[in-house]
């Protein structure tokens, strides 16, 4: 399957400030990314779908100011977590797909941290 | 709207025993459904999916699962477990029968006992 790298692994900042997480496809070239918010001992939830060179559209609930993200090109998206809390603090993974129809490519995985 | 129930939060089976996770779909039009195995702090790895065609649908590891549209079924089974096995496994289904936007269920934490 095609690969999905996402940077980093692990991050933790302190409370107030930005991170921002990346989502690269290797291989191929995505025109969707999706990220995905796992709490603990809970199933993936779906934050919000980006399409390569427009705007990302976000699932009911997620904050879009908060959550900002970014596809600026067929195999990067960017997540930036703004203003961090501590509830903040999750495991984001991202997938990547070439369209409807063709398999999405999920990343590693980020720890984000916030202390 | 689709959605997944997995039934199990936590199975604990013993080494070469039977693995079955169970999972049951909701959707409104022929879906695609995903396993997806997850290990401490790593990211996705699919085990299998079905999209068209035969039902009975053979992943990596020793996982197989048959899609059984009279039941709503997709329940992961393996003959024998290895203590490899032990993750948590996540039943999934797509939107629109396409493989993207994919709703997860919320997870069956699979322990195997030496």
């Known amino acids: 399957g095609a690969v999905v790298s996402q940077h980093p692994s692990r991050v933790i900042c302190k409370s107030g400030t930005s991170v921002k997480i990346e989502c690269r496809s290797l291989d191929f070239q995505a025109t969707t990314m999706f990220w995905y918010r796992q709490f603990p001992k809970q199933s993936l939830m779906l934050m919000a779908t980006?399409?390569?060179?427009?705007?990302?559209?976000?699932e009911q609930g997620v904050e879009k100011d908060k959550f900002l993200i970014n596809h600026a090109s067929l195999t990067l998206s960017t997540l930036t977590v703004t203003s961090a809390h501590p509830e903040d603090s999750s495991f984001y993974i991202c997938?990547?797909?070439?369209?409807?129809?063709?398999?999405?490519?999920f990343g590693q995985g980020t720890r984000l941290t916030v202390v | 709207a689709q959605s997944v129930t997995q039934l199990g939060s936590h199975v604990s089976v013993s080494e070469g025993a039977l693995v079955l996770l169970r999972c049951n779909y909701s959707s409104s039009v022929p879906p695609y459904l995903f396993w997806y195995v997850q290990y401490p702090n790593q990211g996705l790895q699919l085990l299998l999916k079905y999209t068209t065609g035969a039902t009975l649908v053979k992943g990596i590891n020793g996982f197989e699962a048959e899609f059984k549209k009279s039941e709503t079924s997709f329940h992961l089974t393996k003959p024998s477990a290895h203590m490899s096995d032990a993750a948590e496994y996540f039943c999934a289904v797509s939107e629109a029968g396409g493989y993207q936007k994919v709703t997860f269920g919320t997870g069956t934490k699979l322990q195997v006992i030496p």
């Open positions: 980006s399409n390569e060179g427009s705007k990302a559209t976000y």
């Open positions: 997938s990547a797909g070439q369209g409807k129809n063709n398999e999405a490519f």
